[in-house]
């Protein structure tokens, strides 16, 4: 079945057919939503209304309905992240750990507040709620994989990862 729009899509006609693809992946249409949109995020390093219009048209669900699943899940953001997206938690367990020196210390070592992309999209920050992680707290993740405790060397070695 091809999805047609009156209006230019924000994807390209390879990115339409994966989103295609995630819908008709599974027996009933919005279970591959999710996947779609890490797609999205993966593509634009955010979401746009654009982009979940679109998305909601694909998978024939009310835009509302893909709003609230891309602004619900942390795994996706409304601001531009850079291509490595350092996450920090700040969770009760983490914030006792230290995760507020260290928010500060990933704001000088990147050189960027948070929610910002540097200047050459390599790299954003953003604290995070509950990480599941408290063990190893500051919880600290890079592209949603957890890497452990963020401490002054782990923050420090972040831009010599590759």
Not at 88 to 107: F, I, T, V
Not at 110 to 117: A, D, N, S
């Given at each position: 079945?091809?999805?047609?729009t009156?209006?230019?899509?924000p ?7 994966v989103?295609?693809r995630?819908?008709?992946?599974y ?5 591959g939503?999710?996947?779609a ?6 593509w634009?390093r955010?979401?746009?209304p654009e982009c ?5 048209e694909?998978?024939?669900?009310p ?10 899940f942390?795994t996706?953001t409304?601001w531009?992240t ?35 992309c ?7 920050w ?37």
């Amino acid at each position: 079945m091809s999805v047609t729009t009156a209006t230019k899509s924000p994807f390209t006609a390879e990115q339409e057919a994966v989103l295609l693809r995630w819908k008709n992946e599974y027996p009933y249409p919005n279970m591959g939503l999710v996947e779609a949109l890490r797609s999205v995020q993966d593509w634009n390093r955010r979401m746009t209304p654009e982009c979940v219009a679109r998305v909601a048209e694909i998978f024939e669900l009310p835009f509302n309905r893909v709003w609230g699943v891309a602004t619900f899940f942390p795994t996706f953001t409304q601001w531009k992240t850079g291509r490595k997206r350092v996450g920090l938690c700040h969770g009760l367990s983490c914030w006792l750990a230290g995760s507020d020196k260290m928010e500060k210390r990933l704001e000088e070592t990147l050189g960027v507040p948070e929610k910002t992309c540097t200047a050459d999209g390599e790299y954003s920050w953003e604290s995070m709620e509950c990480l599941g992680a408290c063990e190893q707290g500051p919880a600290l993740l890079v592209n949603d994989r957890l890497v452990g405790a963020a401490t002054e060397e782990t923050v420090a070695k972040l831009k010599e990862s590759k």
